[in-house]
């Protein structure tokens, strides 16, 4: 473990005012990891995903030749930073990168990778694990009868049994529920499925806000042409109406801006650097009218002005500060900073660092 020098001006600057109990350690860059180590600053700061994957591996810490996985070298990553005696530094997620790589071979070149994708992969893989292991518990005949899972949906088995799937911690911080809605223009019939989310990908225009882009996102879409939709009522294809809505917000709101677009006449992806002011509190309305209060408290953005080289970073929230995180970097910085990640108002300016995951943390309530 290697002491940054920024470690050290960080405690300077922060004084008698540093969080009792808080670290703040920059992560090394193995080649090209910028894009794990920027999302995996905005996970630890996101406070009840910490606490319960730390309490998780503390009751279920298995011994030395038990099998590692994704989520032992998660919580063995964030215990090393939470238990380090030093307040600052820089900690190598060496096995963590490691179990990446050997887990997903989209990850093991050294290319640019995207955050987003590296989420999603992640938080997906979590859930698989949580998941498995559950299921483990249930089926071996020491565990007493397992305790109800409150809610979620229910899941019908082949044979006609109900089953209930686990609730993990995945899913009680990242996990909402979206319904989309088709109304066939023809005999009126609305059809509704609910799906769940563990994040929302928006897209963007010049000159907006989040708020915008997510009314888009809940806006009517019409299916005509050759996207009319196939009514079970009409039995025929039919011009109908589309809409999703929130119906269920997370306790954790993610969201990405869709700032890489396939531009069919270039044959190539282009970085959108639209300017999307992003607010600090946020508020989101279910479709049964609940609203829910949000607020920031991570970003990480992409440096770079195309999709397949760049750099990526981290700003997050900690007990009212701003900090930058850059892989070993580490510093404070004001919250009017974050002003200069929303993105260009001129297709061609030369600023390249554009917020691309925004992490929200719902004001109302534990998870």
């Known amino acids: 473990m290697v002491m940054g020098a920024s470690g050290s001006k960080l405690e300077k600057a922060l004084g008698d005012q540093f969080p009792e109990g808080e670290r703040y350690f920059g992560l090394e860059n193995f080649g090209n990891t910028c894009y794990c180590n920027s999302v995996l600053q905005a996970l630890y700061f996101c406070i009840p995903f910490r606490d319960q994957l730390l309490e998780y591996y503390a009751n279920n810490k298995t011994p030395g030749d038990a099998e590692e996985n994704l989520l032992t070298c998660l919580a063995d990553l964030f215990m090393q930073v939470s238990q380090s005696k030093k307040k600052t530094g820089v900690i190598a997620p ?6 990446v790589k050997k887990q997903n071979e989209l990850f093991r070149s050294y290319m640019h990778q995207d955050a987003h994708e590296f989420l999603n992969f992640l938080l997906n893989e979590l859930v698989d694990i949580l998941e498995k292991e559950s299921s483990a518990e249930k089926d071996s005949p020491q565990s ?8 979620g949906p229910v899941q019908p088995l082949a044979n006609g049994v109900r089953k209930e799937p686990p609730v993990t911690l995945v899913h009680k911080n990242f996990q909402g529920i979206l319904t989309n809605e088709t109304r066939c223009l023809r005999c ?17 225009e010049q000159n907006s806000s989040i708020t915008s882009c997510l009314k888009n996102f809940c806006s009517t879409e019409t299916l005509n042409a050759e996207d009319k939709f196939f009514c079970d009522k009409c039995c025929s294809l039919q011009e109908a109406q589309k809409r999703m809505k929130i119906k269920k917000a997370p306790h954790i709101l993610v969201i990405h801006l869709k700032r890489f677009k396939y531009i069919e006449q270039l044959g ?7 300017r999307v002011v992003f607010p600090m509190e946020l508020k989101l309305s279910t479709s049964d009218d609940v609203d829910t209060e949000y607020s920031l408290f ?6 770079g002005s195309g999709p397949n080289h760049g750099h990526y970073v981290s ?13 070993e970097n580490v510093e ?4 009017s900073t974050l002003q200069t990640f929303f993105g260009s108002s001129h297709e061609y300016s030369g600023n390249t660092d554009h917020g691309y995951i925004l992490f929200y943390e719902g004001l109302g309530g534990k998870c």
């Open 94 to 99: 060496k096995r963590f990168v490691q179990r």
């Open 144 to 151: 007493s009868s397992p305790e109800k899972v409150p809610n």
């Open 188 to 204: 009126e019939t609305v059809t509704a499925r609910d799906e769940t989310f563990l994040d929302l990908s928006v897209d963007i």
């Open 268 to 274: 190539r992806y282009k970085k959108l650097s639209y």
């Open 298 to 303: 991570a970003v990480v953005v992409h440096v």
């Open 315 to 327: 700003l997050v929230k900690s007990h009212n500060h701003w900090l930058f995180f850059d892989d």
């Open 332 to 335: 404070m910085v004001e919250e």
